[in-house]
């Protein structure tokens, strides 16, 4: 079913004729010479009309540098005046947007903390009822396509028209090589579900280092996505937050300059299902990694149980039930009875492995099924 929201396409706001459109600058405003410094770089990309920096920093512990605060404000109005780029800075409370406006802000956006609280969205949004300005959402930390499209219907319903939504990846149980894992399927169903959303791809935070942006700025044009905000800084090795995911802007133009355009709609299509569907089964494999190590681990505890106990490893009684409770249930869902009974074997075969194997070390000899 499709959602149907009252938005204005992303060209008629965002200034940027060149595809793809870039929204850079740094993770932080630092001082106003950083800020002027690298807009004045970033002025001359011709794909970057959009100077974004934060000035109210979430951090995760107190004490870290939480952002410059209204001072930097007054930096990129002068950033406007000297370059003409627009700026966007991130707000999080009536606070943060009752500031921004009074210093002509351009842009705002919503950061990935802050979108996953309902009440800080629906204040939000209730303090930005008839002001005429664009916002961006990014993402929840945490992959919840729901909360991201309530957060984006919140601020439709408050008027706000010129709307986009950011990709920055997401929180994941396991390790992956980015720090957000990108889940591309959840991007992709928010557009299928909401086709006139422009959705932006944020690189930086789904990568968390430089080396790894190219790839992922790439894939998010292979996937249809309508832009990019990329962080970039004058220094990045001396930045005072994510230095490791920021370019200098001649990196960030290198970047763009080596970004293929594909305009090939019918085989994009193709594989944007075809990505959806993998990187769905690559969620898969991992919880079933997880879920594995989980069950081991409990296999483990009831072994020590049992030994406290002097109780047998092999219950054959238990094993027989499992095995008949679990052959009714998947053969219920659609699995074979020859695979289903293959994997309770290796699965069991292992568990009684590890259980001897707590026998043995507690005995100090050696596994005899070894
Ligand atoms: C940022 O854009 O610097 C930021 C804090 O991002 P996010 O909300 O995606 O973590
Ligand atoms: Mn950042």
Redesign the pocket.
Known sequence: MRIQLDIKPLDSWLEIKKFPPVISGP?SAETEEQVMQTAMKLSKIPNVRIF?S?IW??RTRPGMFQGIGEEGLKWLKSVREETGLLSAV?VANPKHVEAALKNEVDILWI???TTVNPFSMEELAGVLKGVDIPVMI?NPVNPDLNLWIGALERFNQAGINRLAAVH?GFYFFDKTPYRNAPMWEIPIELKRLIPNMPVIC?PS?ICGERELLKGVAQKALDLEMDGLMI?SHIDPDHAWT?PEQQVTPEDLEKLIHSLVVRDQKGNIDFETKLEGLRTEIDKIDAELIHILTRRMELIDEIGTYKLDHNITILQLKRWQNIVQDRLKSGIASGLKKDFLLKLLEIVHNESIQRQTDIYSRRNGKKNPLK
């Open positions: 993770c974004r934060g920093k979430p991130e950061g990935a903390r990014k920055r944020d935070h962080e994510d």
